[in-house]
């Protein structure tokens, strides 16, 4: 006999941008083995099945890397589990007859689309001012022609392990996006190749940030907290130094 | 000077300004407890005087006074706007709120505890600064300010808003010290840890030291 | 119709350099009139879509998902591979095109696969130019690993999330032209239909997916980066959101679909675990380096598998293929683990799954390494493990938490179960060596095409054509192509062809709409998914194809009548997004199966239990089907099969062994 856990869910419900939203209430029995996300494809199905419209949410690769997946659970980005996505949280981390909250990320610069769905693109103009390094195809040498240490090699890739999926921003009592923006800037800023343009970098891409309406740091921690990659508080360190610095030379 | 102008426009550079007058006035809250520490020599006020004299008449100690407001009111200005505008970055509020799964409270709550210390600031510099400049209470002599600190302390009430301002502080530096440091972009794997260990041992003493003062004159421990 | 592949002439290794040097070229004023559709922001589409507008072109880029970055290219683990040869261990241009060709089980060109081979090499500059931060050593030189299938070490890799790291890399170049105003950008946009004005492909017709509303949008040329189908199975490691829906449009508007049946069941993934499965997710070939893969050698055997003696395990792969052992390609270690599991000896809650083992070389090949580092004599079972562990941590540490928070198993204490499952579609559009369909004007990049992996693709191989196709083919193929058609004015979408795909797709929304059924389009998927991997899964005979085929034209036919779709055609509609995906793959299912009926051998991932060698393995039938299968849409479930045949100069064709 296959164990099931029944969950009260209370769920934030909103038709458009425009319509207040609300909280609605739902059961649904679960298995302890199904992800979060698997728990809402059984809810779906329930309300499909009644003639109800489903509760939309955003989701892709089910595996934590595309970073789609996107709710705050008991008030919690991606749930209670450290370094997890909402598709890798699985019900098992939940008792028979809780009550779990489930609302969209809420920050001005993610407007709510439908229900638990927000609109990212603010990040994607962040890097589009400048979390790149121009380089066009056809113009790089030789790849070990670049000796880059492992270390810096490393410090590069845990920073790029960022899966731009916000939960940083709906962490912050702030709202802010630097936790976000320091990945890249210190991913590209640690790397050989990413330094001809460091200076300009960091200060477009701060701008833009500032543009879409996030909010400042205050260094309470929560973004890296709740990452579910584990990006550390220190990248922030590195893009304010890049940051300062730019500017005193007058970037 | 143009170049400066991000310190007032953008995000970071805001904070940079409350990390760097965080600092200055750290510094500053290091000599006054300094100052203040000789009433405990407990010789009825007099090294504590002598030392009082000093600053209030050391020319240099007097311009730097000028830039210490300064400095408090670039942080004060400046932390509350960013309070302001920072609280604005999320109309909708999550329903259920669970902050302190991710962060500390204190570390949430800087702009509260920084308004408790104005509070308590309004009403210290009354009871001392303003006295000690601009009445000629004290300069003409009729009184120390050793023995204005006795009578003002006589009142309960006042050494509980001391004490209570003085708590406000232990948290306010308890996130403001290390965070001043991460905001002026210092991160490193050895020295961090030891920025953090000095903020957490200065935001316990040097508190404490301040709010034993009304304390131990209240209680008559020094006279 | 005959299928012209344009190989160019000449000698093999020189093909692509002739190519590129007498290729016609669009001037750069020209290139500023000429747009280019992009649809898809994987590997191939964010890299063809950065390179063409860095030359000049105007493009315009479209995804489904809510940006460029999370197209499923991120979901690649393992690595990819280039014929560097910076281990000195023998590796060649030549060596990667030869195992890319026999991995394929000789069914794909030579003259794409050289190509490939060729170009490896540029991607892992162009890629470290980027910043993307591959795995080193300690010296700053690039590390490299082994992959299935191949003998030398040429896999590039960031730990393990190689996808990711180039999909991030291809990604930042396309937001950087972005940025610059020379792409533009429509994200949460899916294609509905191409549109052919006499009969050249100049444009699409995309729905917003936010709005509701449909859009046109007019191309010289369309180039459909939109990945591989085997979401048509339901459960696969793809992405939720992976269909077949553009390319299929292609297909129904003239462009051949080639090899469909050719689909990858890769051998480690975590077994389905139950009902409420709605995916599998994949364990990177990679950890095949690693583990070794067993059954319990008594039948049904249900002991905790650390408590199974050494000598009563079966490491079949190493029995069977000494040569290769545990690093075959995937096509075989896939079909050795359900030959174990049908036979009984399978593992686990469902007996559907095999261990992958990583305690032996933990200890004797990492931990004995570490001991002597450290000088430790004689060290005991429980400091080799220790050790050992610590570096399987930094090598595989993500997708053993993976395995962990999915299965609440300790991979590091106890084996891996594991199980093959759906992963990647050889199979795709007919596309030339220029990578265009028969359609003119209408290209596929990626895996959307079906060109250089014959009938198994090798591990690390997918990453390497999704950049070799948008960062150095297309840019010169499709140069050649434009620099005929510079007279060409950009057209405005009123044209009656506009008009026509734009009422088709309104009309066919509205059909959806208008059922009002019973059953949820999930519902419908599971059940085409089911028939799929029962029936054209990893063994498939004749009768059970045939029976498929007339099951899911009667699923199909109960899709039409009776799916409930929730809500209306206006706004944000999820469901309604997924109807149109599972409706077309209904119709591809049907192919995949007329196409697997048709093909009366084995070879690769296409497996004919009429046709295997008695000791099991895949039977080709190089007489009779060594030609790729390109199946012309006539109406309705009705194609035409068109043989392209292959042609092999350079290879010399055998029986694939791995022995």
């Known amino acids: 006999m296959e164990k099931v856990l029944n969950i009260n869910l209370k769920v934030w419900r909103q038709a458009n941008p425009e319509v207040a939203g609300r909280f609605e209430e739902y059961k649904v029995e679960t298995s302890p083995d199904s992800s979060f996300l698997e728990m809402f494809d059984v809810l779906n199905e329930q309300l499909i099945n009644s003639g109800q419209e489903p509760v939309a949410f955003d989701h892709d690769c089910r595996e934590g890397i595309c970073g789609m997946c996107s709710m705050v659970i008991n008030g919690r980005p991606h749930g209670p589990k450290k370094a997890v996505t909402t598709c890798q949280l699985h019900m098992r981390s939940f008792n028979d007859g809780d009550t779990v909250v489930v609302e969209p990320w809420r920050a001005d610069a993610f407007p709510v689309i439908k229900d638990l769905t927000v609109n990212r693109s603010s990040f994607d103009k962040i890097i589009a001012s400048g979390g790149y390094i121009s380089v066009n195809t056809g113009n790089a040498v030789d790849a070990n022609s670049m000796l880059i240490p492992k270390d810096d090699a490393d410090t590069a890739f845990e920073a790029a392990t960022c899966i731009g999926c916000g939960a940083c921003v709906s962490a912050c009592k702030n709202a802010s996006a630097m936790l976000f923006v320091g990945a890249k800037v210190t991913q590209l800023a640690t790397l050989p190749q990413g330094k001809a343009e460091r200076e300009k970098r960091v200060v477009a891409m701060v701008n833009a940030m500032d543009a879409e309406g996030f909010g400042a740091c205050s260094n309470t921690g929560a973004c890296a907290a709740e990452c579910p990659k584990g990006i550390p508080l220190s990248v922030i360190a590195t893009l304010n130094k890049e940051y300062t610095k730019a500017k005193m030379k007058g970037f | 000077m143009k170049f400066l102008s991000f310190l007032f426009t953008s995000s970071i550079g805001r904070k940079l300004v409350m990390g760097a007058t965080g600092l200055f006035l750290v510094s500053f809250l290091l000599v006054h407890c300094g100052i203040n520490a000789c009433v405990f020599v407990n010789d009825g006020g007099e090294t504590f005087n002598a030392a009082a004299d000093f600053m209030s008449e050391n020319f240099f100690i007097r311009v730097a006074e000028i830039g210490l407001f300064l400095g408090l009111l670039w942080h004060v200005f400046q932390g509350l706007y960013l309070w302001l505008t920072n609280s604005k970055k999320r109309k909708a509020k999550y329903d259920k709120a669970s902050g302190n799964e991710n962060s500390k409270w204190y570390s949430r709550s800087m702009g509260l505890l920084g308004t408790l210390i104005l509070i308590f600031l309004v009403l210290h510099l009354k009871h001392f600064w303003v006295v000690s400049r601009f009445t000629d209470h004290i300069t003409s002599g009729d009184e120390t300010l050793f023995q204005e600190m006795i009578e003002v302390f006589e009142n309960p009430w006042v050494v509980l808003i001391y004490v209570l301002g003085c708590i406000s502080l232990a948290y306010h530096l308890l996130h403001g010290f290390w965070s001043a440091f991460h905001t002026l972009g210092i991160d490193h794997k050895t020295y961090t840890p030891i920025i953090k260990s000095i903020g957490t041992a200065f935001s316990i003493v040097i508190p404490l030291i301040f709010a034993l003062m009304p304390i131990a004159m209240h209680l008559g421990w020094i006279s | ?659």
């Open chain 3, 1 to 659: 119709m005959s299928l012209d592949s344009k190989i160019p002439k000449g000698d093999l290794a020189n093909k692509w350099t002739e190519y590129k040097s007498s290729v016609p070229l669009v001037n750069p004023a020209n290139k500023r009139n000429m747009e280019v559709i992009v649809v898809g922001t994987g590997l191939a589409g964010a890299s063809a879509a950065s390179t063409l507008a860095e030359l000049g072109y105007k493009v315009k880029a479209f995804c489904f998902q809510d940006s460029p970055r999370r197209a499923h290219s991120i979901a690649a683990q393992g690595g990819i591979n280039a014929a560097k040869n910076y281990q000195n261990d023998g590796d060649s241009t030549y060596r990667l095109f030869y195992d890319t060709i026999k991995g394929g089980d000789y069914r794909s060109r030579e003259g794409n696969v050289h190509r490939l081979a060729e170009v490896s090499t540029n991607i892992i500059d162009q890629c470290v130019a980027q910043g993307v931060p591959f795995a080193r050593e300690y010296g700053g030189t690039l590390s490299n690993r082994s992959f299935g299938g191949v003998q030398v070490q040429r896999t590039f890799y960031a730990a393990g999330q190689t996808g990711q790291q180039l999909l991030l890399g291809a990604y930042s170049a396309l937001e950087r032209q972005i940025g610059l105003g020379n792409v533009e950008m429509f994200a949460r946009h899916e294609m509905l239909d191409v549109v052919k004005i006499d009969g050249v492909a100049r444009g699409i017709i995309a729905k917003n997916l936010i709005t509701g509303e449909l859009e046109r949008h007019f191309g010289h040329a369309v180039v459909l980066c939109t990945g591989g189908y085997g979401n048509v199975f339901y459960l696969s490691t793809n992405a939720m959101g992976s269909n077949v829906t553009a390319a299929w449009k292609a297909h129904k508007q003239g462009a051949m679909m080639a090899n469909p049946c050719f689909t990858q069941i890769h051998p480690t993934c975590i077994p389905v675990s139950g009902a409420h499965q709605s995916k599998l997710t994949l364990m990177s070939e990679s950890l095949r380096n690693d583990g070794r893969i067993w059954v319990p050698k008594k039948e049904g055997d249900d002991r905790n598998p650390n408590d199974i003696p050494e000598d009563e395990r079966d490491y079949y792969l190493e029995r069977r293929y000494p040569a290769f052992g545990n690093l075959v390609p995937r096509d075989v270690a896939s079909r050795a683990a359900k030959e174990r599991c049908d036979a009984g000896f399978g593992v686990g809650p469902s007996k559907m799954a095999v261990y992958l083992d990583f305690k032996y070389n933990l200890m004797n090949k990492y931990g004995k390494a570490e001991a002597t580092k450290k000088g430790i004599a004689n060290p005991d079972e429980d400091t080799l493990i220790a050790l050992g562990k610590d570096v399987i941590k930094e090598k595989y540490g993500n997708l053993f938490d993976m395995y962990k928070q999915i299965t609440d198993e300790n991979p590091y204490e106890t084996p891996m179960r594991i199980y093959p499952a759906v992963h990647y579609t050889m199979g795709g559009l007919w596309v030339d060596y220029e990578l265009q369909t028969n359609v003119p004007g209408l290209y596929a990049l990626g895996e959307a095409n079906f060109s250089d992996h014959g009938a198994n693709r090798l591990g690390a191989s997918a990453l390497m054509q999704g950049l070799a196709d948008g960062y150095f083919v297309i840019p010169y193929t499709l140069g050649s192509y434009l620099s005929k058609d510079i007279r060409t004015a950009s057209m405005p979408t009123d044209h009656e062809s506009f008009d026509k795909a734009e009422k088709e797709v309104a009309a066919r929304i509205e059909k959806l709409m208008s059922i009002k059924g019973t059953k949820s389009v999930e519902s419908f998927h599971r059940r085409l998914g089911l028939i799929m991997w029962n029936k054209c899964g990893m063994a498939r005979n004749a009768p059970d194809l045939k029976d498929a085929i007339a099951e899911i034209k009667a699923l199909r036919a109960e899709f039409w009548s009776d799916v409930r779709i929730p809500g209306t055609d206006k706004g944000y509609n999820p469901e309604l997004d997924k109807a149109g995906r599972v409706a077309d793959f209904l119709e591809l299912g049907e192919l995949m199966c007329v196409d697997a009926l048709s093909r009366e051998e084995s070879c690769g991932g296409h497996f004919r239990e009429e046709f295997q060698t008695p000791e099991g393995e895949a039977k080709r039938d190089d007489d009779n089907y060594m030609y790729v299968a390109s199946w012309e849409s006539k109406a309705e479930g009705e194609w035409e099969l068109h043989k392209e045949n292959l042609e092999y100069e350079n290879v010399k064709i055998a029986q694939r062994s791995y022995k």
